[in-house]
C-alpha cells in the first residue's frame, strides 16, 4: 500500500529545545496524532480506537526551525482488533524520523472489538 499524505506542519519558535532543534516529545506527539488521523481516515470518525502502542521510533536526521515537515502514514500489520500504522516524517530534503504505531479498536463499553478492515 502506498503511504498517504496525512498531514504537514511547520516547526516553530516554540517547538525548540535549547539546542535549537524539534524537541523530540514533541515529534512523537505528531507522529501519534497523524497515525490516529490516518487510522480515523480507515474506520471512520464513528468508530473508537486507541493507541495501544509506539515502536523503534527512529530520528535519523533534526527538524529545525522553519522546516516544512510532511507526515506520511500506511498500515503495516492487520490484526483481529488491533493493526498497525507506519509513520515517516520528511522535511523538503530527507526522511527524518519514522516510527511504527499499533491502534486497537473498541467497542461501546471500551472492550478491543474486530475492526473489519482489510488490505
Known amino acids: 500500500m502506498k503511504p ?3 498531514y504537514k506542519k511547520i516547526v516553530m519558535f516554540q ?6 532543534m524539534l524537541y523530540g516529545g514533541t515529534m ?3 507522529m501519534d496524532e ?3 488521523i490516518f487510522a480515523t481516515e480507515l474506520l471512520g470518525p464513528e468508530r473508537a480506537f486507541v493507541t495501544l502502542k509506539v515502536s523503534e521510533v527512529l530520528f535519523k536526521h533534526p527538524a529545525k526551525l ?3 515537515l510532511t507526515f506520511y502514514a500506511h498500515i503495516s500489520r492487520l490484526g483481529r482488533t488491533s493493526f498497525g500504522v507506519s509513520v515517516s516524517v ?3 530534503q530527507r526522511e527524518i524520523v519514522s516510527c511504527d504505531l499499533s491502534f486497537v479498536a473498541l467497542d461501546n463499553e471500551g472492550t478491543p472489538t474486530v475492526h473489519g478492515l482489510t488490505i
Do not use: E, M
Open 15 to 20: 517547538d525548540l529545545n535549547p539546542a535549537q
Open 34 to 36: 497523524a497515525g490516529a
Open 66 to 68: 522553519g522546516d516544512l
Open 4 to 6: 498517504s499524505v496525512v
Open 28 to 30: 512523537l506527539n505528531w
Open 90 to 92: 520528511h522535511n523538503r
